[in-house]
């Protein structure tokens, strides 16, 4: 009797493990703010004329898609992600999950991303949340090795899910569509190469080649996240400029544009992996600050 309650004990405990080991693959934090951008663009879309429960479907088509990009991601990197620190301890690196078991979750993350746009939003968004994964995942994985084209192509399918949830509540792209999306795509570049700073010696091994200078971490890197990051003060305006939203989140996307621009002086100044984290850490948090304060603040 014991023996088979510890047997069913240890059944329990694998399943559970195994489960743990599939969840791990979705990179839930990146996939909910994938899924938070979604629901931003739709929010603001909407006008003060909100559809919870398509907000909600639509929220979680975008993490899933957002799951089965980057599970996609972690199958085709697998033998690179034995090489490098940070991803070594993954799902198949470590054979918790077998390729065949990822494909086939990946898989279905994708199917019930497509069935829950499809039935929710309109072919439109279904279209672009299917380019937005191929684009992540066959063209911006492979060309990680290549140079840092990658990062240009990495930032569209990484800027598409405001664009997403605009389209999900409206069915068109429009030129406020198109501003939400310049400011996320702009933001992606001194995110991305923020983080490949920080990895770069994980990288190297990997063959990763994303920083914007050939000579990696050096001046010429360090003015170009600058450049980036100054962008973002003007563009976080545009959408007050356009009546989108108002004043206050014109202040606060000013503010936060200001903040995360003085970040990148120190970077300039010692080029140490210190101030590449302070930026890294900057815009993880400039994108959900300003795009709540967009929310509170549009215009019906």
Known sequence: MITGQAHELTRFSLAMAKVRSFIELLKVRLSLLVAFSCAFGYGLASRGDINWGILLMVTLGGFLLSGASVCINQILEKDLDKLMNRTMQRPLPTG???PYEA???AILCMLLSVWILWIYTNPFTVLLSLVSMVLYSFVYTPLKRVGPIAVFVGAIPGALPPLL???AATGQITHEALIIFGIQFIWQFPHFWAIAWVADDDYQKAGFKL???KDGKNINTAIQIMVYTMFLIPL???P???GITGIYSAMVATVCGVAFFAQ??????TGSRQSALRIMFGSFLYLP???IAYLLDKVS
């Not at 990148?264 to 100044?269: D, H, I, Q, S």
């Open 103 to 105: 494909t086939l979750f």
């Open 289 to 291: 600050i300003v795009q």
């Open 165 to 167: 949830g605009w389209i």
């Open 96 to 98: 918790r999950v077998t």
């Open 240 to 242: 007050a400029v356009f």
């Open 211 to 213: 920083l914007p200078s």
């Open 236 to 238: 976080g305006l545009l």
């Open 264 to 269: 990148t002086f120190a970077l300039m100044k």
